[in-house]
Structures are given as structure tokens and as C-alpha cells.
T-cell receptor, first 116, second 111 residues
Framework: GAVVSQHPSWVICKSGTSVKIECRSL??????MFWYRQFPKQSLMLMATSNEGSKATYEQGVEKDKFLINHASLTLSTLTVTSAHPEDSSFYICSATRGREGIGQYFGPGTRLTVT | GENVEQHPSTLSVQEGDSAVIKCTYS??????FPWYKQELGKGPQLIID?????GEKKDQRIAVTLNKTAKHFSLHITETQPEDSAVYFC??????????FGKGTRLSVIA
């Protein structure tokens, strides 16, 4: 159990366009979902924490108007990168917690975004 | 806030040998310590975790030890195999707060 999927697995878009990435918990209801970005050979950087039905909490330095997060249900969260620029190119990974305690994060396979 | 230091940044071992990766944390209130394995181009995979009320946990070739007094925890992989080659991340959190990750260790197992 505890499978998290992401779609798409990779995407190439032109500068100025928007891209939506979906994160789903397939076999459990996620109490909380997290969005990370990861640059090559670096650790994961938390972007925001998302709870179903409420606004996401963004980390310092992350533009909430650029990285729109919607957590519509207990199994789906979406990240939309608006007006993407080449510097937004990165590996975006979501994770989800389950259970009452919400301890233990299960990660999706990641989405490779390339902005040309 | 919490700060997690991870060492070494790279580690090469011969197949069959053991590998040890160490992490220290700063916030004594942290009580959950997972380890993740990340292969190239993939998301991190939870391989083992430990909570602060336990000093050691083992799962086949993988074990984690926790020293709360010293605020450090370690990952031990025995009888390493080439498929163990990956980047390993430690992390720490207080309850269900967001994980704070170490910078990762690139493990290479040489056949």
C-alpha cells in the first residue's frame, strides 16, 4: 500500500505558458500532501504543504501566485506552474501522508519539467 | 528550526561490504526519522524509519540506529549489492510536521 502517482512524468513547455502537475494517492486517503522541487544533485526543497479543502501553506521564498496548489480531495492535489520560465525547469515531486497521525511520507515518482 | 546534517556526501564500497551513513539533527523535539533511497530520475522511496521511542530497527539487510542523547541516527546496509547504488536521504520531523532532509549520500557499490 501507500502508492502515490504523478502525471505527467515529464513535460516540455514554452516560456510563458502554464503547466499543471497532478499528484494522486492511489490506495489511501492522504491527510496532507507536500510539493517539493529538486535540482540536479541536490536535496529536496519543500515548496508547500497542502491539506484537503484548505489553502496551501507556502515556504518562504516560494511565490504562491506562480505555483498554484489545489487540493480538491483526499486523493488529489495539483500544482500549476504559471507563466513558466527556464529557471523553473526542475524535478517536481509530491508526497502524501496517511493515517490519523499523518506520520510517514510516501513520494510520487516525480515530474521533470523543462521550460524552453 | 530543525537542521539535518548528513555524512558522507559520497560513499564507495565493494560489493558484499557494509555501508554506513550518518545524520545529526538539531531539534531535540524531533521524533520521527525516515530514510529514503532515490534512484536516478525517480522519486524517493521510503526504505526504513524509526521513531524516538526506539533505539534500533532492522529490516533484512537494512538497519537504523538512533541516539537521542547525541541527536544522531545512522543507516547501516550490510552485504551490499550493486542495486543498492543510489542516493540516500535521511530526514527528521516532529510528529506530522514537514520533513527536513539531509543533503544526501551518493552510494556506489562496486562489483
Amino acid at each position: 500500500g501507500a502508492v502515490v502517482s504523478q502525471h505527467p512524468s515529464w513535460v516540455i513547455c514554452k516560456s510563458g505558458t502554464s503547466v499543471k502537475i497532478e499528484c494522486r494517492s492511489l490506495d489511501f486517503q492522504a491527510t496532507t500532501m507536500f510539493w517539493y522541487r529538486q535540482f540536479p544533485k541536490q536535496s529536496l526543497m519543500l515548496m508547500a504543504t497542502s491539506n484537503e479543502g484548505s489553502k496551501a501553506t507556502y515556504e518562504q521564498g516560494v511565490e504562491k501566485d506562480k505555483f498554484l496548489i489545489n487540493h480538491a480531495s483526499l486523493t488529489l492535489s495539483t500544482l500549476t506552474v504559471t507563466s513558466a520560465h527556464p529557471e523553473d525547469s526542475s524535478f517536481y515531486i509530491c508526497s502524501a501522508t496517511r493515517g490519523r497521525e499523518g506520520i510517514g511520507q510516501y513520494f510520487g515518482p516525480g515530474t521533470r519539467l523543462t521550460v524552453t | 528550526g530543525e537542521n539535518v546534517e548528513q555524512h558522507p556526501s559520497t560513499l564507495s564500497v565493494q560489493e558484499g561490504d557494509s555501508a554506513v551513513i550518518k545524520c545529526t539533527y538539531s531539534d531535540s523535539a524531533s521524533n520521527y526519522f525516515p530514510w529514503y533511497k532515490q534512484e536516478l530520475g525517480k522519486g524517493p522511496q521510503l526504505i526504513i524509519d524509526i521513531r524516538s521511542n526506539v533505539g534500533e530497527k532492522k529490516d533484512q539487510r537494512i538497519a537504523v540506529t538512533l541516539n537521542k542523547t547525541a541527536k544522531h541516527f545512522s543507516l547501516h546496509i550490510t552485504e551490499t549489492q550493486p542495486e543498492d547504488s543510489a542516493v540516500y536521504f535521511c530526514a527528521a520531523s516532529i510528529g506530522n510536521t514537514p520533513l527536513v532532509f539531509g543533503k544526501g549520500t551518493r552510494l556506489s557499490v562496486i562489483a
